[in-house]
């Protein structure tokens, strides 16, 4: 690699401890080094906040950000991307996995072909690590084909700074990544995939990213203002939505 861009990584934290510290290792065995570690705690309870603070000191640049109360992830994602210092940035949940090679094929790629958004395959697995099923993206983010199937992993994203005038997450519990992608295609921006698989997201029960109810009433919310309040296409796009999950 010709020169050495700084990533930031953001990591919202909210009462993921079985898992967080699998986490945090996979980005510590990263074979790309110059990044930092931007995480935000996003509970107003403290119980867990030594164990945080512990297990981050490993990393050499970093930023604790420490919300007063729950703001959920989408407004604490928007006060980590405040704190970005690097050129490139990635997003990491609490209880996802990287593999170690993540962050530098992926900024590699992205320099080669001179891109400003791509994401990758990635795998889904349990809370044991075991691989449930294996998300193969073959294709380029698309409006109407995004709108059928949110086919891009949060975990597995990495964008450009530059982006970051139209990066602004909506106060959804789920579904709040989704809306940033279909944002982002509107303004013309190109969202490149890779094929290879990078990341693994962890699929666990009772949890928000699990929840169908959840949702689908946050895939109305957004639809609805997509769709110019129209009450039957947005039942019909959530419908579709939820179709195509079913499949998968």
């Not at 640049?61 to 959920?72: F, P, Q, S």
């Not at 998300?135 to 982006?163: A, C, P």
């Amino acid at each position: 690699m010709k020169f050495n861009p700084l990533i930031s990584i953001i990591i919202t934290y909210y009462k993921k401890k079985n898992f967080i510290k699998k986490t945090l290792n996979s980005i510590k065995k990263q074979s790309y080094k110059n990044y930092e570690l931007i995480f935000v705690y996003d509970d107003e309870n403290k119980y867990e906040l030594k164990y945080i603070i512990n297990l981050i000191s490993i990393f050499k640049k970093k930023k604790l950000i420490i919300n007063n109360k729950n703001l959920g992830v989408a407004n604490s994602r928007n006060r980590a991307l405040k704190f970005c210092n690097g050129k490139y940035i990635s997003f990491i949940d609490s209880d996802d996995i990287w593999s170690k090679n993540k962050l530098k094929k992926q900024l590699n790629y992205m320099i080669l072909k001179k891109l400003e958004f791509t994401f990758t395959s990635y795998n889904v697995i349990d809370a044991n690590d075991n691989i449930l099923s294996y998300r193969k993206v073959n294709k380029d983010g698309k409006y109407n084909e995004l709108l059928k199937s949110n086919y891009i992993g949060l975990s597995t994203v990495m964008f450009q700074k530059k982006l970051l005038k139209y990066i602004k997450f909506p106060n959804l519990k789920t579904q709040e990544d989704f809306a940033v992608w279909l944002k982002l295609l509107k303004k013309g921006y190109k969202l490149t995939h890779m094929k290879e698989n990078l990341s693994s997201w962890r699929k666990i029960k009772n949890s928000l990213s699990s929840n169908s109810i959840q949702k689908i009433c946050d895939a109305f919310k957004l639809f609805y203002q997509i769709k110019n309040k129209n009450l039957t296409l947005s039942i019909y796009s959530v419908l579709v939505l939820a179709y195509n999950k079913l499949k998968k």
